[in-house]
Nanobody
Framework: QVQLVESGGGLVQAGGSLRLSCAAS?????????LAWFRQAPGKEREFVAQ????????YYADSVKGRFTISRDDAKNTVHLEMNSLKPEDTAVYYC??????????????????WGQGTQVTVSS
């Protein structure tokens, strides 16, 4: 079983920055594991934000965050970070860390992810 615990959400003004972290534990992670961030705003569906391959470190981003957000992995701490810059009010959502075992590539569909954190609120004021 995989446990994912997010941290780092909060309230920030438009144009500001936040860093989210997702600590992963419980199983060995290998070439076939990927971690992603999704977000869900009130009344909207959960949407893909970014994904990183655990070993490959290949990264993928939603068009809406490309150039502003960066996903990365901290080897020593089994932690994945999401660095968010130039935040906009439309980035306001609950952000979730999600994991899956896969055979490569990117998966934008939340239903394909088996492991989820509890979520952390990000609020961007205008």
């Amino acid at each position: 079983q995989v446990q994912l615990v997010e941290s780092g959400g909060g309230l920030v003004q438009a144009g500001g920055s936040l860093r989210l972290s997702c600590a992963a534990s419980g199983r060995s992670f290998n070439n076939y594991f990927a971690l992603a961030w999704f977000r869900q705003a009130p009344g909207k569906e959960r949407e893909f934000v970014a994904q990183i391959g655990w070993t490959s470190r290949n990264t993928y981003y939603a068009d809406s965050v490309k150039g502003r957000f960066t996903i990365s992995r901290d080897d020593a701490k089994n932690t994945v970070h999401l660095e968010m810059n130039s935040l906009k009010p439309e980035d306001t959502a609950v952000y979730y860390c999600a994991g899956r075992y896969y055979s490569g590539g990117v998966d934008y569909n939340a239903r394909d992810y088996n492991y989820w954190g509890q979520g952390t609120q990000v609020t961007v004021s205008s």
